[in-house]
């Protein structure tokens, strides 16, 4: 049995006790725990310019992944680029995202487009139903208000028709709101770019337009710099 004063003592002992401070590794998880687990992302999907392929991506690809993006949560849209984009890509685009939202369960998703893939992806979102599932919405070296270069195949190929300066599509595409609804927009576009003819066609009204210095068309893929703004975009 304790005695009198070994009782208080005790007491004591465990008043001082509760009033010490947590370690600082305890504190650290009571804070974690306060403030939850992080926002889950939106699945990427990636659409590809003129005359290419999925492969394109593999370099933004890798530093999404080390960003902390499963393979899971990366999708590439891969189609004909010789086809219409409003007649044809624009809803295989629609379908595709749509899949996409239904394997992960997402709400939205957000893209990211490279060249005349920002036509197609563009067309989905202002008039596809793509502004309900898009949450943010990339262009890279996009052909947004058409390109003079285009006019070397236009004569035979429909997406080339497409990307010229006052085509039908870029025309509709840039008539009233350039970027409509509630998706965050952003462009990236160099002022050395080979391709797109002006440069000033990437940057969109309402958009968050970024130059990247001095880059080839195809270039922007594969830029350490460019990647780290697109990411950081995403992560906005």
């Known amino acids: 049995m304790l005695t009198t004063r070994q009782g208080t003592l ?30 889950p992302r939106n699945p990427v999907v990636l659409v590809h310019g003129y ?13 999404l992944r080390a960003d902390g993006y499963d393979d899971a949560q990366l ?23 749509e899949d996409v939202r239904r394997r992960t369960g997402a709400a939205r998703v ?31 070296a996009g052909t947004n208000h058409g390109t003079s270069t285009a006019w070397a195949c236009a ?38 770019d080979e391709v797109v003819n002006p440069d000033d066609s990437v940057p969109l009204t309402g958009a968050a337009n970024t130059p990247v210095g001095c880059l080839k068309h195809n270039d922007l893929l594969g830029d350490d710099g460019t990647s780290a703004g697109v990411r950081a975009f995403l992560a906005a």
Do not use: I
């Open 155 to 192: 004569l035979w190929d429909q997406a080339c028709r497409d990307m010229t300066p006052g085509s039908y599509v870029t025309k509709n595409l840039n008539g009233g709101d350039e970027t409509p609804g509630t998706v965050k927009y952003a462009t990236f576009w160099s002022g050395c």
């Open 51 to 63: 005359n290419a392929d999925p492969g394109v991506w593999g370099a933004l690809r890798e530093d």
């Open 75 to 97: 999708f590439s849209f891969g189609y004909d680029t010789h086809q219409s984009v409003n007649e044809v890509l624009s809803g295989r685009l629609a379908a595709y995202v």
């Open 110 to 140: 957000d893209v990211v487009s490279h060249s005349f893939g920002s036509l197609v992806s563009r067309w989905y979102v202002k008039f596809g139903g793509g502004a309900a599932a898009v949450d943010h919405w990339v262009s890279l």
């Open 10 to 39: 005790a007491f004591l002992t465990l008043c001082l006790a509760l009033l010490a401070p947590f370690p600082a590794h305890a504190a650290d998880r009571v804070g974690a725990a306060a403030s939850g687990p992080a926002a």
